[in-house]
């Protein structure tokens, strides 16, 4: 999402600055940060496009898998199973989109390439 031109994503890019300014605002560790702000979408029950732009950052700053388990291991007794099993289906949407993404930058790529092969 993030290798899209400005002019072509404007609100994802202000999205983006948004989470940036957030990160800089904070006087938390840019980890736990990220960690609350999951926490807050599940809180929320959040769409899958929000955790996917908060879990691009969350691995920017070096979390991973093993850290969302724990932070929706800590809030379930708090926002219920109901919120968990929509923010785990959530996240899930989310990545699959990630993937399907990334194979399709591929794939364009490689027909760039192909023409570009041709031509020369």
Known sequence: ??????DDAPVL?????MTADSLDASTLDPETLVLVRIAALVAVDAPPVSYALNLEVGGEVGLDAEDLRGVLTAIAPIVGTAR??????????ALAAEIELE???IALE???????????
Do not use: C, F, H, Q
Not at 13 to 17: C, G, I, K
Not at 110 to 120: P, S
């Open 1 to 6: 999402m993030s290798d899209l031109p400005d």
């Open 13 to 17: 890019d202000l999205l983006a600055r």
């Open 84 to 93: 968990i099993a929509s923010a785990t289906g959530n996240i899930v949407k």
């Open 103 to 105: 194979d399709l930058e």
């Open 110 to 120: 490689e027909e760039i390439e192909a023409e570009e092969d041709g031509l020369t």
